[in-house]
């Protein structure tokens, strides 16, 4: 069974740009999740998405915003980029609750310049 | 929310030492995961264990849930279990859909 894949691995944006990110979850895995981490902050919650609905957002600016399709694949993107954006995203995947078991993917290192 | 806190925060090991780490949280909780992140960043997982005991090779891992802590031993330890060791706790209910993380414990084994 494939894990859970994220792309792109690397990103390099400069500040005001804006990016999507991707995450792919494991076969017949409905929730995913996603959270940002930075040395300074740690590992943060930035949102949960179910059947293509948000059930859970985390303490972030509107800048960031998720969505999911029908397949369970899901999106986030950042606008405006802020230098303080640069962090590694994670997206992890569970099948339905998070009392689940969660699977992390390999992340998105963006580095805003 | 839930507290997470573990200790130590740094650990430095000779290889073939044995260690333990910790991880309390404020609040009755049904998911507790251990993961180590490795040198690129991912999550592996190591336990999921809400409660009990599980063993894993090396790696062994207690939930003493009624008194909110869970330990995370690892034996004979190698240099490639260098790395930072996560504790994640979820409470089910409403509204709850969130792991919760702690700061983690930077473990390094020198040969």
């Known amino acids: 069974k494939a894990g859970v894949t994220q792309t792109p691995r690397y990103l390099i944006k400069t500040r005001g740009q804006q990016v999507t990110l991707s995450c792919s979850p494991i076969?017949?895995?409905?929730?995913v999740s996603w959270y940002q981490q930075t040395p300074g902050q740690g590992l943060q919650f930035l949102f949960e998405?179910?059947?293509?609905?948000?059930?859970n957002k985390g303490n972030f600016p509107g800048r960031f915003s998720g969505r999911q399709f029908s397949n369970s694949r899901s999106e986030m993107n950042v606008s405006t980029l802020e230098l303080g954006d640069s962090a590694l995203y994670l997206c992890a995947s569970s099948w339905r609750l998070v009392i689940d078991e969660q699977f992390f993917g390999p992340g998105t290192r963006l580095t805003v310049l | 929310g839930i507290q997470v806190e573990q200790s130590p925060p740094d650990l430095i090991l000779q290889e073939g030492a044995n260690s333990t780490l910790r991880c309390n949280f404020s609040d009755s909780v049904n998911n507790l995961q251990w993961f180590h992140q490795n040198p690129w960043g991912q999550l592996i997982n190591l336990f999921y264990i809400p409660s009990g005991t599980k063993q894993n090779g090396r790696l062994s891992a207690t939930t003493v849930a009624t008194e909110r802590y869970s330990l995370l031993y690892i034996s004979s330890s190698q240099t490639t279990d260098s790395g930072v060791y996560f504790c994640?706790?979820?409470?089910?209910?409403?509204?709850?859909?969130?792991?919760?993380f702690g700061k983690g414990t930077k473990l390094s084994v020198i040969p």
């Open positions: 076969s017949g895995h409905r929730s």
């Open positions: 998405y179910f059947s293509e609905t948000q059930r």
């Open positions: 994640a706790v979820a409470k089910s209910g409403a509204g709850s859909y969130q792991l919760t």
